[in-house]
């Protein structure tokens, strides 16, 4: 069964510097698909940014990029330039083709931005 | 503009009293999906709905059950809700390919007294 982990139950970071989230996965696939997830304290989950495992290049939205490590399993996410409005869970998720249309979420991140 | 809605956003229910949530879609997507989330912990599928085809995830309590009478709305039926259900109560849609996002709708808090 697919595991998805991460490891940071809580990060914190200053307004403006850069943060990383670590995620890592365990999966006997190939091809599948990441994703990483926020949760404001509103509550209402929103997609960040996603990666298709068969794409070498890291996918990039904006503030938010990924590092794609296939061969370690690791989809770090990467924050530049924090705001305020980025404090929220983080969470992972991985689904694949043969996965049902399900998502395999890890733990989440409780990431805090400091004014 | 609101895509996947909730209503209520919050219910209060007694012990063993039935209760209902409600989920609706604009998006016309395949799937819709019930998740329950309690604090600071990653969504636990309860189950979910490929157009009228139901699938129920192994380990949700029979005391939870749900209706997808259209595309567009979903309904979760707690039949007799326990303390140990109070919980945030989230609904979400897709397309059903994996490449996919889940869209999320805002969610629905449930306490039981």
């Known amino acids: 069964a697919q595991t998805v982990t991460q490891s940071q139950p809580e990060m914190s970071v200053q307004e403006a510097e850069t943060v990383t989230l670590s995620c890592t996965y365990d999966?006997?696939?190939?091809?599948?698909?990441l994703f990483w997830y926020k949760q404001p304290p509103s509550r209402q989950m929103i997609l960040v940014i996603r990666?298709?495992?068969?794409?070498?290049q890291n996918a990039t939205e904006n503030r938010f990029s990924v590092n794609f490590q296939k061969a370690a399993k690791s989809f770090s996410l990467k924050i530049s330039d924090s705001q305020l409005g980025d404090a929220a869970m983080y969470f992972c998720?991985?689904?694949?083709?043969?996965?049902?249309?399900?998502?395999?979420f890890g733990g989440g991140t409780r990431l805090m931005v400091k004014p | 503009d609101a895509m996947v809605i909730q209503n209520p956003r919050y219910q209060v229910t007694q012990f063993g009293k039935p209760v209902t949530l409600s989920c609706s879609q604009t998006l016309n997507h395949n799937v819709m999906y019930w998740y329950q989330q309690k604090s600071s912990q990653a969504p636990k599928l309860l189950f979910h709905y490929y157009d009228k085809d139901f699938n129920n995830e192994a380990d949700t309590p029979d005391n939870f059950q749900s209706r997808r009478p259209n595309t567009s709305f979903c309904f979760l039926d707690i039949r007799s809700p326990g303390l140990g259900d109070a919980a945030m109560y989230l609904c979400a849609t897709s397309r059903g390919q994996p490449a996919y996002e889940q869209y999320f709708g805002p969610g629905t808090r449930l306490t039981v007294t």
């Open positions: 990666q298709e495992a068969y794409k070498q």
């Open positions: 998720a991985y689904t694949s083709n043969n996965a049902g249309n399900m998502l395999t």
């Open positions: 999966t006997s696939e190939s091809d599948y698909y």
